[in-house]
């Protein structure tokens, strides 16, 4: 019989749910008189993570550690508030010490030199440029079936609908790369061709390191080849990774 067993009280808490030990108890009052803004709450988060999660590692019957869940009050809370705190110090410090250049204003009446989208368009401004493939077709006498401009427009309507048809070809649920190498070098490919197109759409901005026609090249090429280096990497990895992975789930869970 404990204590709280005889007197018939519920065992006291922090507000977490955890009962601690007698000693280490604190008190509303305990609580507030400790409470000295948030790198002393961090702390004590801290401290009673540690706290707890060797208790639960002498604790365990498994030879390895259970997985350890922290409720999202107040562990998740003051984790995430630190990490936020220090990331927006950091953004303040950096606008305080380095202000951005100001251009002049803009004037409605001028053309400026170089017309190009916000950077993230970049790869969609490089698709508009690929007129060299737009193929001229015999029949029309040597004439394109289209312009330039919409076979460019076309071109990112494949793109786009590509991108949003592999979450439907892709049911899986591997969480790795190294669990779907096909599917992670699809992706790293796509990657690669969103860099080299958007270099491609911009590369008047810099001096000609390589002749026009080899950079137009590598925009498709560089795409092809880093996916299957990927899909070879990963695929000598993978017999490994699961061999690992399932020694790892049978010693943490061990089967009846």
């Not at 015999?138 to 979450?167: E, F, H």
């Not at 790795?176 to 958007?198: D, K, L, N």
């Not at 092809?224 to 990774?241: F, H, P, S």
């Amino acid at each position: 019989m404990t204590e709280s067993d005889t007197t018939g009280e519920q065992p006291r808490t922090d507000g977490s749910g955890i009962v601690a030990p007698d000693d280490q108890t604190p008190t509303w009052s305990d609580r507030k008189a400790r409470t000295q803004g948030l790198s002393r709450l961090t702390y004590e988060y801290f401290e009673r993570a540690r706290r707890e999660d060797q208790d639960l590692r002498t604790e365990s019957s498994y030879i390895e550690r259970d997985v350890l869940g922290f409720p999202a009050w107040p562990h998740e809370t003051i984790r995430n508030l630190a990490i936020a705190s220090f990331f927006i110090g950091m953004i303040i410090f950096l606008s305080a010490t380095m202000p951005p250049h100001i251009e002049a204003p803009a004037d409605s009446s001028t053309t400026p030199a170089v017309i190009l989208p916000d950077w993230y368009l970049y790869w969609s401004f490089g698709l508009l440029k690929l007129g060299p493939l737009n193929p001229e077709l015999s029949i029309l006498g040597g004439q394109k079936l289209m312009a330039d401009r919409t076979y460019g427009v076309l071109a990112n309507l494949v793109i786009v609908g590509a991108i949003a048809v592999v979450p439907f070809l892709n049911k899986g649920s591997a969480r790795r790369p190294v669990e779907e190498p096909f599917w992670a070098a699809i992706g790293m490919s796509g990657v690669i061709f969103s860099i080299t197109i958007a270099a491609l759409s911009v590369k008047n901005l810099f001096p000609p390191l390589m002749p026009p026609h080899l950079l137009f090249d590598l925009t498709f090429l560089m795409p092809i080849v880093g996916g299957c280096l990927t899909y070879a990497v990963l695929k000598t990895m993978r017999e490994g990774y699961m061999f690992e992975l399932n020694r790892r789930y049978y010693r943490l869970r061990p089967p009846k």
